[in-house]
C-alpha cells in the first residue's frame, strides 16, 4: 500500500521557539494534505486541509498564523508550529490523499505521527 | 466538532471473545470507515462501508451500517492479544469534501 512518512517522529523544544514537522508521500502524489492533532487518549482532530499550490484551509479554531502549512509539491507538506507553548504539546498526524477511485472515494493514507513536547 | 461518539471508551475482553463496539454519527454520509490505533503510532485503515451497504466482512472484521439511526459497529471476532489498540470510526460526510472526521474512539484491550 501507499506510504506516508513523518519527520521527525518525535521533537522536543523550548517554549518560544518554533517547530517544523514535514509529510511526505513517498509513492504516490498527494493533491490533498491533511493535518490532524490528536491529545493523549483523545480522538483526532483535523486542524487545517492543503492542496498543492494553494493556501491551506483551516479548521474552526485552529490559528493560521501559528500553525503554518505549506505544500510546496505533490509530494511534500510541511507543518510550522511558531512560537511553540507547552499547550501544544500533542501528538500530530498528518494524512495524504490520493486520486478518486472508480467508486468516487479517495484514498487517504496517514503518516506515522510526530510527537511534539514543549518544555 | 467531533462528528461521532464511540462506546463504550473503553472494552477489555479475554482473549478468544468477540468484541464490539459501536460509533453513532449526527449527518448525513458519503462513507464511514474504521481505524486501528496502536498506543502512540499513526492509523491503520480497516474497512470503509459506504452509506448504501448494511454490512462488511473483512477476515475476523464485521462491521454494519444503520442509516436510519446513524450508527455503525465494528465486530471483531475471536479476539487476540495482538487486537490491544484503540479503534476510531470516521465518518466521510455529504458535502464535507472527502474530509474525514473521527470519532472518539474505543480503547480495547484483549487479555491473555
Known amino acids: 500500500g501507499a506510504v506516508v512518512s513523518q519527520h521527525p517522529s518525535w521533537v522536543i523544544c523550548k517554549s518560544g521557539t518554533s517547530v517544523k514537522i514535514e509529510c511526505r508521500s513517498l509513492d504516490f502524489q498527494a493533491t490533498t494534505m491533511f493535518w490532524y492533532r490528536q491529545f493523549p487518549k483523545q480522538s483526532l482532530m483535523l486542524m487545517a486541509t492543503s492542496n498543492e499550490g494553494s493556501k491551506a484551509t483551516y479548521e474552526q479554531g485552529v490559528e493560521k498564523d501559528k500553525f503554518l502549512i505549506n505544500h510546496a509539491s505533490l509530494t511534500l507538506s510541511t507543518l510550522t508550529v511558531t512560537s511553540a507553548h507547552p499547550e501544544d504539546s500533542s501528538f500530530y498526524i498528518c494524512?495524504?490523499?490520493?486520486?478518486?477511485?472508480?467508486?468516487?472515494?479517495?484514498?487517504?493514507?496517514f503518516g506515522p505521527g510526530t510527537r511534539l513536547t514543549v518544555t | 466538532s467531533q462528528q461521532g461518539e464511540e462506546d463504550p471508551q473503553a472494552l477489555s475482553i479475554q482473549e478468544g471473545e468477540n468484541a464490539t463496539m459501536n460509533c453513532s454519527y449526527k449527518?448525513?454520509?458519503?462513507?464511514l470507515q474504521w481505524y486501528r490505533q496502536n498506543s502512540g503510532r499513526g492509523l491503520v485503515h480497516l474497512i470503509l462501508?459506504?452509506?448504501?451497504?448494511r454490512e462488511k466482512h473483512s477476515g475476523r472484521l464485521r462491521v454494519t451500517l444503520d442509516t436510519s439511526k446513524k450508527s455503525s459497529s465494528l465486530l471483531i471476532t475471536a479476539s487476540r492479544a495482538a487486537d490491544t489498540a484503540s479503534y476510531f470510526c470516521a465518518t466521510d460526510r455529504t458535502g464535507g469534501g472527502n474530509k474525514l472526521t473521527f470519532g472518539t474512539g474505543t480503547q480495547l484491550k484483549v487479555e491473555l
Open positions: 449527518t448525513s454520509i458519503n462513507n
Open positions: 494524512s495524504a490523499r490520493a486520486g478518486q477511485l472508480a467508486s468516487g472515494r479517495y484514498e487517504q493514507y
Open positions: 462501508i459506504r452509506s448504501n451497504e
